[in-house]
């Protein structure tokens, strides 16, 4: 199981920094990532992470503002979000797969493990 959390309400420019623990079993050879879904829109990826930290990628429009880390002693992913704009407004879901290498495919069913959503208000 994943557990996120750490979102919140916050104004534009400000930041937040969201957790997920993993529990039942250890993270450290699974490639872990977040996705987001805004109201009313579908399910998008935003940030993913090798099973050793060494490889990381971002949707462009989280670029140079998100960044994803991990912490295998603590069996949990981070994602820290600077310069919030409200367009960030969503639900944030941290996710895991069994494949340790990043690669390029993102899609939805790729990801098999779901935490709950955590969600993050931004205000302009």
């Known amino acids: 199981q994943l557990q996120a959390s750490g979102g919140g309400f916050v104004q534009a420019g400000g930041s937040l920094r969201l957790s997920c623990v993993g529990s039942g079993r250890a993270l450290s050879n699974y490639r872990l990532g977040w996705f987001r879904q805004a109201p009313g829109k579908e399910r998008k990826f935003v940030a993913g992470?090798?099973?050793?930290?060494?490889?990381?990628d971002y949707d462009d429009v989280v670029k140079g503002r998100f960044t994803i880390s991990r912490d295998d002693a603590k069996n949990t992913v981070y994602l820290q979000m600077n310069n919030l704009k409200p367009e960030d407004t969503a639900v944030y879901f941290c996710?895991?797969?069994?494949?340790?290498?990043?690669?390029?495919?993102?899609?939805?069913?790729?990801?098999?493990?779901w935490g709950q959503g955590t969600l993050v208000t931004v205000s302009s």
């Open positions: 992470i090798n099973w050793t930290g060494s490889s990381t």
């Open positions: 996710v895991a797969d069994e494949r340790p290498i990043l690669g390029t495919n993102y899609a939805i069913l790729e990801w098999d493990t």
